[in-house]
């Protein structure tokens, strides 16, 4: 693919699979796993792993390559707009005034399913204070829409459930939500295997965020980089246009103009 990138916050990455950090066995098995997986923006749950927040114990940072990535400080674990907001807020400080921010403003702890009242709510305070938030939301495409025209800088619809594995569920509404946003569409959450990365991107998104798909895995790493080749191929695939459905495979050869009976 040539000058195919994905642009977030005005930088272009060449890779479209955005993973997460946790859930690893250890900060090892996290560095090798976005190391084949060649991601180049990876998130960082605040209230979870330590990027300094926590003086003297063993930092994620130590066991990344200084400047290799884009950090996404995210919100996992926040139930509620003042908290997201917060907790954002102290990520800023913690990483020299970083803007790139991921909203996650979750419902419950059993579903994991966002709670999009206060997401709206944390997003329009987030965006006013200059944060470029790419966020978390239902497969809504009326409330996608509205995080977009608050100034969201990406909308993240989720395929399934957190951690879940069950892929996409409902197509339709993801493509509904494709097809009239104008920022970047990242299928996140739901993913279990490379086959649902794949198609996610051939039904047109922009990219793929993922955790527990990887880190979940049997062999993280082996899995890392399936999920890489699984991007490319199905974001390929769209980007060639797939053949037709059709009822049956036959069609004839040569034209039936002129045939006895035609």
């Known amino acids: 693919m040539n000058q195919d990138n994905l642009i977030i916050a005005g930088k272009s990455y060449t890779s479209r699979l955005l993973v997460g950090t946790g859930k690893y066995k250890d900060f090892d098995q996290t560095a090798r796993a976005l190391d084949v997986s ?32 884009t950090l996404l400080p995210n919100t996992a674990g926040c139930y509620s707009a003042d908290d997201a907001v917060r907790t954002l807020r102290l990520a800023r400080e913690l990483l020299d005034d970083h803007r790139l921010v991921k909203l996650e ?5 059993q579903t994991l399913f966002p709670n999009m009242p206060e997401t709206l709510k944390a997003a329009k305070t987030l965006v006013a204070e200059g944060f470029e ?29 957190i951690g879940s594995g069950l892929g996409i569920l409902n197509p339709w509404n993801l493509k509904l939500i494709i097809e009239q946003a104008k920022i970047p569409v990242l299928v996140d959450a739901g993913v279990g ?70």
Do not use: H, W
């Open 105 to 109: 403003v979750l419902g419950d702890a």
């Open 38 to 69: 060649g991601t180049q923006i990876v998130t960082v749950a605040i209230r979870r792993v330590n990027i300094g927040q926590e003086p003297g114990q063993p930092s994620l940072l130590d066991a990344l390559p200084a400047g290799r990535y």
């Open 193 to 262: 295997t490379a086959s649902d990365a794949a198609i996610a991107m051939e039904l047109g998104c922009d990219g793929v965020l993922m955790n527990t798909a990887i880190a979940g895995a049997q062999n993280p790493v082996l899995m890392a980089s399936a999920m890489k080749k699984a991007v490319e191929a199905g974001r390929e695939a769209f980007l060639a246009g797939r053949m037709p459905k059709k009822l049956y495979a036959a069609s004839p050869s040569s034209p039936i103009g002129g045939m006895i009976g035609s």
């Open 133 to 161: 938030v790419m966020v978390y939301c239902s497969d809504d495409p009326i409330q996608a829409r509205m995080l977009e025209d608050i100034g969201c800088i990406a909308v993240m619809p989720l395929a399934s459930l």
